[in-house]
């Protein structure tokens, strides 16, 4: 069974940094595409930053030069530093991936969600 985990969340103050950590596990052959979307009391899901199938990365507006996404492939993990954090960035974030699992078979899977709370 492959699975998305997330770690990293929790509160901090305005102006702070906060790391957090995505790791796929499972048969994994392949990670096409992986990254972070948020989703805000009240708002819609957004992606937030992502690397694409092509290798790239995409980021909000609203967080580039604040935010950093990285990739440890030999650990199947993504990152994503957060830095400069602003009330507006508190929200429940999750880790989504599109993985090709070992039979070769397309998976989508979104992880648990991790709460970032930013307090003014």
């Known amino acids: 069974q492959v699975q998305l985990v997330e770690s990293g969340g929790g509160l901090v103050q305005a102006g702070g940094s906060l790391r957090l950590s995505c790791a796929a596990s499972?048969?994994?052959?392949?990670?096409?595409?992986m990254g972070w979307y948020r989703q805000a009391s009240g708002k819609r899901r957004e992606l937030v930053a992502a690397?694409?199938?092509?290798?790239?990365?995409n980021y909000a507006d609203s967080v580039k030069g604040r935010f950093t996404v990285s990739r440890d492939n030999a650990k199947n993990t993504v990152y994503l530093q957060m830095n400069s954090l602003k009330p507006e960035d508190t929200a429940v974030y999750s880790c989504t991936a599109d993985v090709l699992d070992a039979r070769l078979r397309p998976v989508g899977l979104w992880g648990q969600g991790t709460q970032v709370t930013v307090s003014s």
């Open positions: 499972g048969s994994i052959f392949r990670i096409n595409a």
């Open positions: 690397f694409t199938r092509g290798g790239s990365t």
